[in-house]
């Protein structure tokens, strides 16, 4: 008695899955180039040129040195201030001084008392003048660089005189009134030598 047996194919089956693999995989396939498609439009970053200065040649060298050499520069604005020139004894600017007048001093060369001119000064934070020597400290200091770090301009009203009130009609009166004329007073901050900051009136600038 034969019995009904389907005949083994392994090699139809074998050839069934690789089809449909190959299938699978050509789907695969097309998507991945789709993607790979979509995803070279996007930006991508370039990498930075690195430069071995070991390896370049002499000439490769000059011809950037060149290059560098025609490259326009950023142009740095100047800074532009003010400064004015102030005296200076023993690390001490002079802020203000007055008028000079004749003293009797001791004179140590000739062991005698002499007529010397005196003027009175102030320094750069003190509230009182002392009294120098004209000729032999003051005019014989050192002088010192100060920048203007701020100028503020102030009119004042000053007393000149008098003279004859007139009246509506433009006749003079017996009444007398007081001449004056607006003075400008200009007041400078300094920065001195020692970074401190200054103030004095302007015309110590001069």
């Known amino acids: 008695m034969t019995e009904n047996t389907r005949p083994e194919t392994p090699t139809l089956d074998i ?8 299938r699978i995989g050509e789907r695969l396939g097309h998507v991945g180039e ?11 970053a370039k990498n930075p040129r690195m ?17 560098f050499a025609q490259t326009p520069r950023r142009v740095r604005k100047k800074e532009e201030y003010h400064t004015i020139e102030l005296r200076e004894i023993d690390g001490k600017v002079i802020v203000e001084w007055g008028n000079s ?3 009797l001093k001791h004179d140590s060369t000739q062991r005698r008392d002499v007529m010397k001119t005196m003027i009175p000064v102030r320094f750069s934070g003190d509230d009182k003048f002392v009294d120098i020597l004209w000729n032999e400290e003051f005019m014989q200091a050192n002088k010192v660089t ?5 100028m503020d301009n102030d009119e004042q009203a000053e007393i000149v005189g008098t003279t004859i009130k007139r009246g509506k009609d433009g006749e003079e ?3 007398e009134v007081e001449m004056y ?3 400008v007073v200009v007041t400078l901050t300094v920065k001195l030598p020692n ?12």
Request: include cysteine; charge should be negative.
């Open 195 to 206: 970074g401190d900051e200054a103030i004095l009136d302007g015309k110590f600038a001069n």
């Open 173 to 175: 009166t017996a009444q």
């Open 15 to 22: 050839q069934e899955e690789s089809n449909v693999a190959g």
């Open 101 to 103: 007048y004749f003293d």
């Open 146 to 150: 100060c920048r203007i770090i701020k």
């Open 51 to 67: 430069i071995d200065l070991n390896n370049m040649s002499t000439e490769q060298i000059q011809d950037m040195q060149e290059m």
């Open 181 to 183: 004329v607006n003075r």
């Open 34 to 44: 789709v993607k790979k498609e979509e995803q070279s439009d996007a930006p991508q």
